[in-house]
């Protein structure tokens, strides 16, 4: 894989595109858009945007690591 893609890790300000929800999950379309989900809604979805993502960045392994405070971060 060659392919230059943007790998920028997801921050709090990244934010679902459906719930406003921290996005855990970036979604590159093969249409060259992108699309960010909280690890709820990149669960609901998943099967489906596996059919249109050209890549899916997952960092819902962060939510594991995260300290629970961060929950209460605003
Ligand atoms: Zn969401």
Redesign the pocket.
């Known amino acids: 894989m060659t392919a230059a893609l943007a790998t920028t890790p997801l921050t709090a300000a990244d934010r679902?595109d459906?719930?406003?929800?921290q996005a855990y999950l970036r979604v590159l379309l093969m249409s060259g858009g992108e699309l960010l989900?909280?690890a709820?809604?990149g669960r609901e979805h998943g099967d489906a945007l596996r059919t249109v993502a050209s890549d899916i960045q997952d960092e819902t392994h962060q939510l594991v690591a995260a300290p629970t405070a961060a929950l209460e971060e605003r």
């Open positions: 679902c459906r719930c406003g929800a989900f909280c709820h809604h």
